[in-house]
């Protein structure tokens, strides 16, 4: 597992999981905005720089990757901050290991993602022809019309996206496809908070306000963004999170 730590090892603990496709990177805009906290970054299996064996995962498995990082760095009293699927697996570790996860941020994800058919005809056509020829039709649903207008670092995020290994992100989908975490998500009593994109078109805001219903959580709608709002609006996200932590503490 590639895992990253900035910021004072005895600060509050937030602990990040990123989306398919993407790596630990996906956070760089938003790390400098949170200062005196103990980050703690990863790739999950099957991206950026951490090992990729073969497939398919489960969320449960997922989750218990993040926890044996979380053990490994001796982490307490974990904010978990989860992005499509690492909302996912932040919704099953705060179920599974209770004893790591005292609060949860929800960002652009939701308790069910998708259906078989969405995810078995981007699997097929991974195996087919790679991602390469999927870039075009992904990224503008990572990605706000005016922020595909106007950066240039477009360019980065399409290489992060076409060079994660097929097999990884074949068996993250699979992942996501089998995951119905509604049940477990509703049962939650720590405290949660959401947001999304409001031009998200992975997991669109009605899902995602769906699954803060779920559980009681109050949702935010961050506007001019897309499926990665730490990446568009990073100023934004950081004072969602500020706030929830100070309301937590």
């Known amino acids: 597992m590639h895992v990253q730590q900035d910021g004072p090892r005895d600060g509050r603990v937030v602990m990040f999981g990123n989306s398919l496709g993407s790596d630990l990177r996906v956070w760089d805009a938003l790390v400098p905005l949170l200062p ?20 398919p995962y489960t969320i449960e498995m997922l989750a218990d990757d993040a926890a044996a990082v979380a053990d490994a760095l001796g982490l307490q009293d974990i904010t978990f901050v989860g992005l499509s699927i690492g909302g996912l697996i932040g919704q099953e570790l705060a179920t ?29 056509a991974i195996r087919d022809g790679g991602l390469l020829p999927l870039a075009d039709a992904i990224l503008p649903r990572w990605f706000a019309k005016s922020y595909i ?30 995951a ?12 949660v ?8 078109g992975s997991t669109p805001p009605d899902i995602v306000r769906a699954t803060s219903d779920l559980c009681g959580a109050p949702f935010h709608l961050i506007d001019d963004a897309s499926h990665l ?7 934004v996200v950081a004072k969602i999170i500020y706030e929830f932590l100070a309301k937590t503490a």
């Open 36 to 55: 005196n906290l103990h980050l703690v970054r990863f790739d999950k299996r099957g991206h950026g720089l951490s090992d990729c064996p073969t497939g």
């Open 149 to 178: 207008a106007n950066n240039p670092e477009l360019a980065l995020w399409r290489n992060m996206l076409t060079r994660t290994p097929a097999e990884g992100y074949i068996a993250c989908c699979q992942a996501i496809n089998a």
């Open 193 to 200: 908070t959401t947001m999304a994109g409001v031009e998200d």
């Open 229 to 235: 709002p730490c990446v568009e609006k990073p100023e």
């Open 180 to 191: 119905d975490l509604t049940d477990k998500t509703r049962a939650l009593t720590i405290p």
């Open 96 to 124: 599974s290991r209770p004893d790591l996860i005292k609060a949860l941020v929800l960002m652009d994800t939701a308790s069910k993602i998708g259906n078989d058919e969405m995810w078995q005809t981007r699997i097929n």
